[in-house]
């Protein structure tokens, strides 16, 4: 059973383009050493006139969730943004119960 995962970051205004250099080099780091995740893609939009990252990740199991969770990747994603105040408020994860739909015509 695949699982998904929506992870809101919101990066202080002065730290964006920091946050998307960490982000590139995480998002490679994930595709090069976690078979178990299917996808891992970060965009940005605007909520309240504030940047927000959205990162769309799929998991091929709950092993795969745990390993991405415990990568030592995510650890120094986490105590970077501590070390260089990246964020303007913690991360909102939602774990998606997917019901409808499609991945990809691919």
Known sequence: MVIAVLAFIYPKEDKVERLK?????TAEWVKANEPGTLSYHWSETVEDGKPVFVVNESYKDEAAVEAHKNSTKFKELV???QKED??????K????NEFAGFASRL
């Open 21 to 25: 250099e960490i982000s590139k080099d």
């Open 79 to 81: 105590e970077l943004g």
């Open 86 to 91: 990246l964020f303007a408020k913690p991360f």
């Open 93 to 96: 994860i939602l774990i998606l």
